[in-house]
């Protein structure tokens, strides 16, 4: 019988297992291991870095410094309380305190300036010439100077309608004005007020449109008399009224008087904000400016003492501060120029604004507060 041999093929070879790896439980721990060292590192050079910062803000001189300086900043802001979490409670109704005294004090000096207007109102034969914009900026901020040759061509502008304020681009708009800037301050509880109710005095053609001054016998004011001097200052009523004063408000502080810067440098400068000034020239041309604020990569905002040395800069002799923060607002040919620090990019309901007019005769401007007393006014009522 014969044998058959029969080869297997390859398909009936039996298949080995394939072998699969798996990581090592050694090498997991490992790299575990290094995690957590590696996190450790970073934490303990967090804690290392802060336990720095600390004992930099607390224990010395140029921390202390920094640390007022934002407190100062929060303090011009609608999170003034905390404040208190970085200097306590008890430094800042000091600070607060302090800067009110120091700015009170601002405006006592007596300001004897005198304006050059010959010859003016024949070199101011267009728009272009009575207005005129720069662009500025500095460390940590940027905006604009407006000049106005012809002092007497601005006006101070008001609400239309009672029971609110109004955006300083609506004024321009329905007045007709060439351009303008936002004026004095006003009542804002909870910083959300409507914009109504002024705080002090309100004066336009050379009557009180608005006063709040009950028992006090004097406020410092920022304006113009009849002649287009621009004044500045702590003053009663009586001697406002007697200089002939035609447009006012009331804000502070005085920043220059008789030529002189009174803030002495950055660290009285009351923190980093959003800014509008008013100043004047000695030739009787007034200077404005205006600088956004609390926008990084746009402008953070500036000091006092900026605002000060940018005036002095460009000749003013008498400066006053205007309110700033969300404010803050330029509006041109009924454009806003800046970058308010609010939501709406035409800025906040304002109870005074400076306008400027080619013919500032022709304009009506009734007085909404008519009939009016302070305690009538709910400013937080819109």
Do not use: C
């Not at 407006?146 to 109004?166: A, C, H, N, Q």
Request: charged share 25%; glycine share 12%.
């Amino acid at each position: 019988m014969e044998t058959k041999v029969v080869r297997a093929s390859s398909m009936d070879q039996p298949i080995a297992p394939r072998t699969v790896s798996k990581k090592k439980p050694k090498q997991t721990k490992k790299r575990k291991g290094r995690f957590f060292r590696l996190f450790m590192y970073i934490m303990t050079f967090a804690v290392l870095l802060g336990v720095t910062a600390i004992g930099w803000l607390f224990l010395t001189p140029s921390g202390n410094n920094f640390r007022y300086l934002m407190a100062d900043t929060l303090i011009t802001t609608q999170h003034r309380q905390w404040a208190k979490y970085i200097i306590g409670q008890e430094a800042l109704d000091s600070r607060v305190k302090e800067y009110q005294d120091h700015f009170n004090a601002m405006g006592d000096e007596r300001d004897t300036h005198t304006i050059q207007r010959l010859g003016l109102g024949s070199n101011v034969e267009s728009e272009k010439d009575l207005v005129q914009i720069e662009p500025i900026s500095g460390t940590g901020y940027s905006g604009y100077v407006m000049t106005v040759k012809d002092p007497t061509k601005i006006r101070l502008g008001v609400p239309s309608k009672p029971g609110r304020g109004e955006r300083v681009s609506s004024m321009v708009k329905r007045t007709g004005a060439i351009a303008g800037v936002n004026g004095g301050g006003f009542s804002d509880p909870n910083w959300q007020g409507n914009g109504f109710q002024p705080i002090g005095i309100v004066m336009s053609q050379g009557k009180i449109y608005y006063d709040d001054l009950g028992k006090k016998k004097s406020t410092q004011i920022v304006g113009l008399d009849k002649e287009g001097k621009m004044i500045a200052g702590r003053y009663s009523l009586n001697e406002i009224q007697d200089m002939g004063v035609q447009e006012a408000v009331t804000f502070q502080p005085r920043l220059i008087v008789n030529g002189k810067g009174l803030i002495k440098n950055a660290a009285d400068g009351w923190g980093i904000a959003p800014r509008t000034a008013m100043g004047q020239r000695a030739d009787g041309a007034i200077l404005f400016v205006v600088i956004d604020g609390r926008q990084p990569g746009h402008s953070i905002g500036a000091n006092l003492y900026d605002v000060q040395q940018i005036m002095l800069d460009h000749g003013a002799v008498i400066a006053a501060n205007l309110d700033g923060g969300s404010s803050t607002v330029l509006v041109k040919d009924g454009a806003v120029l800046n970058k308010p620090s609010t939501k709406s990019p035409e800025g906040r309901y304002l109870p005074t604004a400076f306008l400027v007019f080619e013919h500032p005769e022709l304009v009506d401007m009734p007085n909404v507060w008519k009939g009016l007393r302070p305690q009538d006014i709910d400013a937080s009522k819109w």
